[in-house]
C-alpha cells in the first residue's frame, strides 16, 4: 500500500505504525488495512470517473467499517448476498445506492432487498424475474431493475473468475437472444422498471480490449430494445475486474487512464449506433481494497529441503496459510512477501512461505527471495492481500479467522476482531446425545 515505508533500523511501518507494535498489540496473523490508501483509491475512482457512479464491490472485502468509509467518499456499494446486504445496511449506507447482485438470490434476501428498497436489483435468470414479478405484483413503487448480460468475451484472466464467455453460469446470453427475452419479461412485469443492462467480464483484467467489446455489444442491445421494444433504458453497468499489481511484474492502469479510456470507447458507440449516452456505472473491488492491505505473519519454522538436481528450497511455515489467503492455492495466484520486522545483510535465498494447514498445497507465496537469516520470530509482509482473502477465509483445521487491523496517522485499531474458540464452537451444538 502506499503508506508504507521502512524506518532507519529496516523495520516496516505502515500509516507511521511499526508492524513490531501491530503485532503486539493485536498478535498475527494479521490483516493491516491502511484507511487512507483505501480512502484514496475509492476517491481515485469517483474522481475518475466523475459523473458516473462507482459500486465499490463488496465481495472483495466488506465490514461496517468499510460500507461506512465507501458512502463517505461518495461511492455506492455492489452486494451479492443477503450478508453483504446486511453489513452494507448496518455500516449506514443508504439502500437507495445499493446494487444488489447474485445468479440465485433467495426469495427471502429479495424480498428484504424490496424491504428496504434497494437502488437497483441486477437479475440474472428468467426464475428470478418471474419471482420477482410475483413479489412485485400490486407494489406501490415498481422496483429497479438491470438485466446481467453476457457479452461473449474471453477476458484474460484465470477460467474461474472469467465471466463474460458463453458456456458459464451468470448473465443472459446476448447473442442467443435470451438478454432481449429478459428485458421483454421485465418490461412485462407491472412491478419491474427495467432501468439498464450490466456486464462484468472479469476479474484482474489489464487489457481494456475486453471492456471495448464488452461496451460495444451491450450498447447496441440498449439501441435494440429501444428500437424493437419501444423502451429506452437510462442505465449501463460494465461491471468491476480492473487488475491491480500482485508482484512487480502487473502494470495496472490508474483509475483517470482507465476512466478516459473507457468514456471514449463508451461516446464512440453510442455516436455510431445513433443513442444518447446512457448514464454510466461500474464495480470495482479488488482495485480498491486489495493494494490497502498487507497480511502480517510470524515466522514459526524454516526447513530447507532438497530437490532434484541437488537445488535445494527454503520453507519458511507462517502462522496463517490457507484458510486466509486461499488465491494462490486455487487460482495459482503470485504475491510477493517481505521481512517486515528488521534488516537483514543475509544473503537473498529462493523460499517459499507455506501456512500451518495439513495439506502440502498450502502456500502463501510459491517463490519469493528472502534474506537466508529468516528465522522463528521474524514478521513477515505480505501486501495485496486487501481482496478476497478476509473475505473468502475459512476456519479449515479449525483455524481462528484473522483480524483487520486498521491503521491511520500513527493508530492502530481493530474493525473485525480475531476469532475465538468460543466463536467456532458457538455452531457446534453437541447434535442428539446432548
Ligand atoms: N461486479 C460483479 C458483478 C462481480 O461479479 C465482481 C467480481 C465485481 C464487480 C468486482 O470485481 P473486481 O473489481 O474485484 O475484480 N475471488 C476471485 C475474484 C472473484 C470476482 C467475482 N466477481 C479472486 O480472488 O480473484
Given at each position: 500500500s502506499a503508506n508504507v515505508a521502512k524506518d532507519a533500523a529496516g523495520e516496516l511501518t505502515v500509516a507511521g505504525v511499526p508492524v513490531s507494535r501491530i503485532a503486539a498489540e493485536h498478535g498475527t496473523p494479521a490483516y493491516v488495512l491502511d484507511e487512507n490508501d483505501f480512502r484514496g483509491r475509492a476517491r481515485a475512482f469517483r474522481d475518475g470517473f466523475a459523473g458516473w457512479?462507482?459500486?465499490?464491490?463488496?465481495?472483495?472485502?466488506?465490514?461496517?467499517?468499510?460500507?461506512?468509509?465507501?458512502?463517505?467518499?461518495?461511492?455506492?456499494?455492489?452486494?451479492?448476498?443477503?450478508?453483504?446486504?446486511?453489513?452494507?445496511?448496518?455500516?449506514?449506507?443508504?439502500?437507495?445506492?445499493?446494487?444488489?447482485?447474485?445468479?440465485?438470490?433467495?426469495?427471502?434476501?429479495?424480498?428484504?432487498?424490496?424491504?428496504?428498497?434497494?437502488?437497483?436489483?441486477?437479475?440474472?435468470?428468467?426464475?428470478?424475474?418471474?419471482?420477482?414479478?410475483?413479489?412485485?405484483?400490486?407494489?406501490?413503487?415498481?422496483?429497479?431493475?438491470m438485466i446481467r448480460v453476457t457479452a461473449g468475451v474471453e477476458a484474460h484472466t484465470h477460467e474461474y473468475i472469467a465471466t463474460a464467455h458463453e458456456d458459464q453460469k451468470f448473465g443472459f446470453s446476448i447473442t442467443s437472444g435470451d438478454a432481449l427475452e429478459a428485458a421483454r419479461r421485465v418490461l412485462a412485469a407491472d412491478g419491474l422498471e427495467l432501468?439498464?443492462?450490466?456486464?462484468?467480464?472479469?476479474?484482474?483484467?489489464?487489457?481494456?480490449?475486453?471492456?471495448?467489446?464488452?461496451?460495444?455489444?451491450?450498447?447496441a442491445l440498449h439501441a435494440r430494445v429501444a428500437a424493437e421494444l419501444?423502451?429506452?433504458?437510462?442505465?449501463?453497468?460494465?461491471?468491476?475486474?480492473?487488475?491491480?499489481?500482485?508482484?512487480?511484474?502487473?502494470?495496472?492502469?490508474?483509475?483517470?487512464?482507465?476512466?478516459?479510456?473507457?468514456?471514449?470507447?463508451?461516446?464512440?458507440?453510442?455516436?455510431?449506433?445513433?443513442?444518447?449516452?446512457?448514464?454510466?456505472?461500474?464495480?470495482?473491488?479488488?482495485?480498491?481494497?486489495?493494494?490497502?492491505?498487507?497480511?502480517?505473519?510470524?515466522?514459526?519454522?524454516?526447513?530447507?529441503?532438497?530437490?532434484?538436481?541437488?537445488?535445494?528450497?527454503?520453507?519458511?511455515?507462517?502462522?496463517?496459510?490457507?484458510?486466509?489467503?486461499?488465491?494462490?492455492?486455487?487460482?495459482?495466484?503470485?504475491?510477493s512477501c517481505t521481512l517486515a520486522s528488521r534488516a537483514s545483510d543475509a544473503a537473498p535465498e529462493l523460499a517459499r512461505v507455506v501456512g500451518h494447514h495439513c495439506e502440502a498445497g498450502d502456500i502463501v507465496v510459491k517463490d519469493e527471495f528472502l534474506p537466508a537469516d529468516v528465522a522463528p520470530g521474524d514478521l513477515l509482509a505480505v501486501p495485496a492481500t486487501g481482496a478476497y482473502c478476509r473475505s473468502m477465509a475459512s476456519n479449515y483445521n479449525h483455524a481462528l479467522r484473522p483480524p483487520v487491523i486498521a491503521v491511520r496517522d500513527g493508530e492502530s485499531r481493530v474493525v473485525v476482531r480475531r476469532e475465538t474458540f468460543d466463536d467456532l464452537l458457538a455452531t457446534d451444538v453437541g447434535g442428539s446425545e446432548e
Open positions: 457512479d462507482v459500486y465499490y464491490a463488496g465481495k472483495a472485502f466488506l465490514c461496517t467499517a468499510v460500507a461506512r468509509w465507501v458512502a463517505e467518499e461518495g461511492l455506492c456499494l455492489d452486494v451479492c448476498s443477503e450478508g453483504e446486504l446486511t453489513v452494507a445496511l448496518r455500516g449506514g449506507v443508504d439502500p437507495a445506492r445499493i446494487g444488489f447482485h447474485g445468479n440465485n438470490k433467495s426469495v427471502r434476501a429479495l424480498r428484504r432487498a424490496l424491504e428496504v428498497g434497494v437502488g437497483r436489483i441486477i437479475v440474472d435468470s428468467f426464475h428470478e424475474i418471474e419471482r420477482l414479478a410475483e413479489l412485485t405484483a400490486g407494489a406501490e413503487r415498481r422496483a429497479p431493475v432501468r439498464g443492462l450490466h456486464s462484468h467480464i472479469g476479474s484482474q483484467i489489464f487489457d481494456s480490449a475486453g471492456f471495448e467489446v464488452a461496451a460495444k455489444r451491450v450498447l419501444g423502451h429506452t433504458m437510462p442505465e449501463t453497468d460494465l461491471g468491476g475486474g480492473f487488475g491491480i499489481a500482485y508482484t512487480t511484474q502487473d502494470d495496472p492502469s490508474t483509475p483517470a487512464v482507465l476512466a478516459t479510456e473507457m468514456r471514449a470507447i463508451v461516446e464512440h458507440e453510442c455516436r455510431g449506433l445513433g443513442i444518447a449516452v446512457p448514464h454510466l456505472s461500474i464495480e470495482p473491488g479488488r482495485a480498491i481494497v486489495g493494494p490497502s492491505t498487507f497480511t502480517l505473519y510470524e515466522v514459526g519454522t524454516v526447513k530447507e529441503v532438497a530437490l532434484d538436481g541437488g537445488a535445494r528450497r527454503t520453507y519458511v511455515s507462517v502462522d496463517g496459510g490457507m484458510s486466509d489467503n486461499i488465491r494462490t492455492a486455487l487460482y495459482d495466484a503470485d504475491y
